[in-house]
């Protein structure tokens, strides 16, 4: 037999987003907002529009990966001439050098991490449309590993921004950052916002509305 567990929506609880005083809703005209009792912050049972405002991030993420991964990331003039490399092309040169461990850190962290954080918000916001009610823990699972990888994919742009303080040799060569640095930079915000802006809570509604 299942255990059966009372949650803070259905005992008319919230919990408060700044301060996390879980408190009771508090009867209020349509027209006013709740707040908070002890910071006075607004209260919501649950995120404000979370399943418009991470799809809105998610499409606009994948839209800015394009320019990403197919502009260059870095431009490097040596002795008068000029070399672009994108991500793949990068990866693909530290390949051919022998530096497999750098090559494999590089697309892990920018190709890989970037396109799995896109596939898991859609599976979790498709599984919640859809109110299906299978696994629950796992995909809660699913949603902290997309909030705990996030950060790392600055990785590629941390590597850019040390090779262009380092690699400075006056006429002999010189590297800058090229135009994908800006839009991998805005995927990497937008799929962070985007983790941000999904409330888990949802998955569970769903199992206890079908309960």
């Not at 919990?15 to 910071?39: F, G, I, T």
């Not at 050098?97 to 498709?126: C, D, E, H, N, Q």
């Not at 699972?141 to 742009?157: H, N, P």
Request: aromatic share 10%.
């Amino acid at each position: 037999m299942k255990a059966s567990f009372a949650s803070a929506r259905k005992l008319g609880l919230v919990s408060c987003h700044d301060c996390h005083l879980l408190s009771r809703m508090p009867q209020r005209a349509a027209h006013q907002e709740a707040a908070c009792p002890r910071c006075g912050g607004e209260l919501h049972q649950r995120k404000p529009n979370s399943l418009m405002r991470t799809w809105a991030l998610v499409l606009a993420a994948m839209i800015l990966y394009i320019p990403a991964n197919v502009l260059p990331m870095t431009i490097t003039t040596t002795l008068g001439s000029v070399s672009a490399d994108t991500i793949m092309s990068g990866v693909i040169y530290f390949m051919h050098s022998g530096s497999w461990a750098i090559a494999l850190v590089i697309f892990t962290a920018s190709v890989f991490v970037p396109f799995l954080k896109f596939t898991i918000l859609i599976y979790l916001l498709l599984s919640v449309q859809f109110k299906s009610i299978k696994r629950p823990r796992d995909r809660t699972r699913l949603y902290q590993f997309t909030e705990a990888v996030g950060r790392w994919s600055m990785l590629d742009i941390y590597v850019v921004t040390i090779l262009v303080a380092l690699v400075k040799l006056g006429a002999f060569a010189e590297i800058e950052a090229g135009p994908a640095a800006i839009y991998f930079a805005a995927v990497v915000v937008m799929t962070m916002l985007a983790s941000e802006s999904f409330d888990p809570r949802l998955i569970w509604d769903v199992v206890e509305d079908e309960s």
